[in-house]
């Protein structure tokens, strides 16, 4: 029973991959539902984030903003420190959890696991999977898309990308490297392709628009 983990920068398509992945059978852990649980309102998260940067966090519901959270973390380093610090561990815990609920779990040997995170290198979740699938795209693609879906400024775009790793960084921790640059019936071929040959070739596959590379 493969596990997966399906990472990427942000805009760069990931969500739209483990969508198809979902479609084809795939059993799913979403790292951002789990980190959204894990500060529902009388959490331990949740009350550690009211504390670290006050109740201006907070919707009228009480709910965290994640938006006001975003425009005061992605500028400040240390303060997107102290947010990792509170979430990570709690998140990282409850996917440690599933992953080995899913190994132990018989009957099943053909089912996939994708753990679907966007921090699982800088976490060292790529640890606990079989393959790391990275989606990728270019620079100046990722920027627009962000820009466009977010409505953020360049400048804003340029903070956010810059508060994760490299593409470049996270490439050379992957098995397999989807080219998500074309359109989405491009991806959606190259991911039923992965689908139906996944796990039977070695080394570093970077498959979708551009030419197969090992």
């Known amino acids: 029973m493969p596990v997966i983990g399906l990472t990427g920068s942000i805009a760069s398509g990931k969500s739209f991959v483990t969508k198809i992945l979902k479609e084809l059978g795939a059993r799913i852990i979403d790292a951002d539902v789990i980190a959204r649980q894990i500060v529902e309102p009388g959490t331990v998260g949740w009350q550690q984030i009211k504390e670290a940067f006050g109740e201006e966090v907070l919707n009228p519901d009480l709910t965290v903003s994640r938006k006001k959270l975003a425009d005061i973390v992605f500028p400040d380093r240390a303060r997107m420190r102290k947010l990792n610090e509170i979430t990570h561990p709690i998140i990282i815990q409850n996917?440690?959890?599933?992953?080995?609920?899913?190994?132990?779990?018989a009957g099943e040997p053909t089912r996939v696991l994708v753990v679907?995170?966007?921090?699982?290198?800088?976490?060292?979740?790529?640890?606990?999977?079989?393959?790391?699938?990275?989606?990728?795209?270019?620079?100046?693609?990722?920027?627009?898309?962000?820009?466009?879906?977010?409505?953020?400024?360049?400048?804003?775009?340029?903070?956010?990308?810059?508060?994760?790793?490299?593409?470049?960084?996270?490439?050379?921790?992957?098995?397999?490297?989807?080219?998500?640059?074309g359109d989405f019936s491009a991806t959606r071929?190259?991911?039923?392709?992965?689908?139906?040959?996944?796990?039977?070739?070695?080394?570093?596959?970077?498959?979708?628009?551009?030419e197969t590379q090992f």
């Open 189 to 210: 071929k190259t991911v039923e392709d992965l689908w139906k040959q996944h796990l039977t070739k070695s080394g570093v596959e970077t498959v979708g628009k551009q």
């Open 95 to 105: 996917i440690k959890e599933e992953i080995n609920r899913f190994r132990m779990a």
């Open 116 to 181: 679907d995170a966007p921090l699982l290198i800088e976490t060292g979740l790529h640890e606990l999977v079989d393959e790391v699938w990275v989606v990728d795209i270019p620079e100046e693609l990722q920027i627009r898309r962000l820009m466009e879906r977010d409505g953020l400024t360049r400048e804003q775009a340029l903070d956010r990308i810059g508060s994760q790793m490299p593409a470049a960084e996270k490439k050379k921790y992957a098995d397999v490297v989807i080219d998500n640059s």
